[in-house]
């Protein structure tokens, strides 16, 4: 992969801001800061595009909750084709965390996330999605 340089202008001001986050951010230098902000715009124009994401659905769940996990076990199994990989950590001796890895749509791993969500007994949910690689 060749490397390209070019040039770019920023307020004063503007550019000693972006170096202070990218100080408190660890970066080394400023190209990966903006290598990194761009391929962020990418990802996020593949999920509007409905394009090939990869990412992880986290659910926090009370496991007492009757039919609760047969009904988050269905619903996983209606999704079969984008999920690959899950993860269930007790927390305590109540809440649970279930973590799915999805690989697929954005659109249909939105619907996962959301049916999933939705279901009475889960307290909290998040989708978090990422690019597969191919595209970036």
């Known amino acids: 992969m060749a490397l390209v340089r070019f040039g770019i202008s920023l307020e004063k001001k503007l550019l000693e801001k972006f170096d202070q986050l990218i100080k408190n951010k660890n970066y080394t230098n400023r190209s990966e800061a903006f290598r990194d902000l761009i391929r ?9 595009e409905a394009g090939a994401i990869a990412g992880a659905i986290t659910l926090i769940y009370d496991h007492h909750k009757r039919e609760l996990v047969n009904m988050l076990m269905d619903i996983q199994h209606d999704f079969g084709d984008i999920i690959i990989s899950s993860q269930h950590v007790h927390l305590d001796h109540s809440n649970c965390l279930e973590i799915i890895a999805v690989k697929g749509s954005s659109q249909e791993a939105q619907k996962l996330a959301d049916r999933l969500k939705s279901v009475k007994g889960v307290k909290h949910g998040t989708l978090s999605m990422s690019t597969t690689g191919e595209d970036i």
């Open 40 to 48: 962020e715009e990418l990802v996020k124009k593949q999920w509007q």
